[in-house]
T-cell receptor
Framework: EPEVTQTPSHQVTQMGQEVILRCVPI?????FYWYRQILGQKVEFLVS????????KSEIFDDQFSVERPDGSNFTLKIRSTKLEDSAMYFC???????????????FGQGTRLTVV | AQKITQTQPGMFVQEKEAVTLDCTYD???????LFWYKQPSSGEMIFLIY??????QNATEGRYSLNFQKARKSANLVISASQLGDSAMYFC??????????????FGQGTELSVKP
């Protein structure tokens, strides 16, 4: 069964460093998402990406964040200068066609646990 | 404004019994979808069940059913015949259709379910 793949599964970084979280969505999917879950809290939407551009972003997704789909298969989230409060589980998700926008679940990757020290 | 509310931070259920996890939502959009995800201790997000706002019947998927009460804006998850493997965090989520949006999911705070042998 096709799945969303995220790498790495766990990353530790120094405060102020840049990190890139990588995701390979399911191949025929058109919508891509990043979500964040701070330990013990709810899952929060960061950004959605469709047709090679951001379709929506949350207040969390400030200038320190960026997303890219560099080669048609990978979907990356970059945090330019990490802060302690960026420590969280980051989930990538993808969804198939526009016709199914309402009733199709987003398929989530297994997550990348980012720890900023 | 918070749009998805799960009022039960934690629930206990005896193995083989049924359990209901509560979820209420708020939206002014007539078209929306409601989802339940399971998050075991390993961290991944597993899709369980979907209910559309126009669906006439309550959704069912195996041991999972969704008690959808539109007028009360509630979408409770019912798990029948609980198993030890059902112990996990459960998240209710909503998708609004908004055509200028990419179909993001808005999550509740989650309910931690513990199944007792």
């Amino acid at each position: 069964e096709p799945e969303v793949t995220q790498t790495p599964s766990h990353q530790v970084t120094q405060m102020g460093q840049e990190v890139i979280l990588r995701c390979v969505p399911i191949s025929n999917h058109l919508y891509f998402y990043w979500y964040r879950q701070i330990l013990g809290q709810k899952v929060e939407f960061l950004v959605s990406f469709y047709n090679n551009e951001i379709s929506e972003k949350s207040e969390i997704f400030d200038d320190q964040f960026s997303v890219e789909r560099p080669d048609g298969s990978n979907f990356t989230l970059k945090i330019r200068s990490t802060k302690l409060e960026d420590s969280a589980m980051y989930f990538c998700a993808s969804k198939p066609s526009e016709q199914d926008i309402m009733n199709t679940e987003a398929f989530f990757g297994q997550g990348t646990r980012l720890t900023v020290v | 404004a918070q749009k998805i509310t799960q009022t039960q931070p934690g629930m206990f259920v005896q193995e083989k019994e049924a359990v209901t996890l509560d979820c209420t939502y708020d939206t002014s959009d007539p078209s929306y979808g409601l989802f339940w995800y399971k998050q075991p201790s390993s961290g991944e997000m597993i899709f369980l069940i979907y209910q559309g706002s126009y669906d006439q019947q309550n959704a069912t998927e195996g041991r999972y059913s969704l008690n959808f009460q539109k007028a009360r804006k509630s979408a409770n998850l019912v798990i029948s015949a609980s198993q030890l493997g059902d112990s996990a965090m459960y998240f209710c989520a909503m998708r609004e259709i908004g055509w200028n949006q990419g179909g993001k999911l808005i999550f509740g705070q989650g309910t931690e379910l513990s199944v007792k042998p």
